[in-house]
């Protein structure tokens, strides 16, 4: 067993087994977890917003999904993955506050609108996705296997 690296907020990173990523506190937040079966070069990406253009300030690209995502599967193919190959899972997009009756749809929800939208963009397969409800989660990527395990306060872990 490697070393568990933690993903910040509005962060990504990359590794390769036997080490792990793991990133916590996703709320509205997303987790992108996206991993190589052959190489086993695997990325975390822990993204707050889901578009880069619709901000001034938007100089760091780890916080959004549509440069996050992208950058993250740059950082793989650089470390050794394929392409072809990588397989995507995603976690968070909660709605952590009831807005009322407020027909904006939430930001967690356009978190994992654009995550998503990126992915098929950028030809990754999307193959596992536990997103919405309202409770934070913090998320485990397991090299050696892919397995995404997500853990919430009060309930069971389970992987996806």
Known sequence: MGQMIKVGMADLKVC??????TTIGLGSCIGIAMYDPVTKVTGLAHIML?????????????KFA???????????????????RIKAKIAGGAKMFDVGTSNLINVGER???????????????????DT????????EIYSENGD??????GRESYKI
């Open 148 to 153: 995404f395990l997500i853990k919430a306060v």
């Open 111 to 129: 978190n994992a609108i654009a995550s998503k939208e990126t992915l098929r963009k950028l030809g990754i397969k999307l193959i596992a996705e």
């Open 50 to 62: 889901p578009d880069s253009t619709a901000i001034r300030a938007n100089s760091n690209i780890a």
């Open 66 to 84: 549509d440069t996050g995502i992208k950058k993250l599967l740059d950082d793989m193919i650089k470390a050794g993955a394929s392409k072809t």
């Open 132 to 139: 919405g409800k309202n409770f934070g989660r913090t998320v």
């Open 16 to 21: 390769k087994a036997p080490d792990n990523l």
